[in-house]
């Protein structure tokens, strides 16, 4: 990955790549969003994310649902697991649910 991809995405995020923090000092909220980073720098076709706006403040989780409300616009296929039917609701077009082990359709 060329490093202005690098750059880049991490202002897509919302992180500052010149702070040189390391990552053990971050908060719960800025590893998210730097996982959030890792997976969009391949600019993968298919984006897989489990519980993304854990550890987020209600800044943080209005930016990342227009970042991928965004993606979505763009043609992206996102698959989110998540127990907050609000992220859900507002992110997907299809909805699933576990139902004893089964993926059913809501």
């Known amino acids: ?12 995020v919302g992180l500052d790549p010149k702070a040189r923090k390391h990552v053990e000092k971050y908060s719960l909220g800025m590893r998210q969003r730097l996982g959030l980073a890792q997976a969009l720098m391949e600019d993968p076709e298919l984006l897989v ?15 990342m649902r227009d970042l991928l409300l965004g993606l979505r616009g763009q043609g992206r296929t996102i698959l989110i697991s998540s127990h907050n039917m609000e992220d859900i609701n507002q992110l997907c077009d299809t909805k699933c649910e576990m139902d004893a082990g089964h993926l059913v359709v809501i």
């Open 49 to 63: 994310l489990d519980e993304p706006f854990n550890g987020l403040d209600n800044t943080g989780v209005r930016e």
């Open 1 to 12: 990955i060329k490093k202005e991809r690098m750059i880049e995405t991490m202002h897509i």
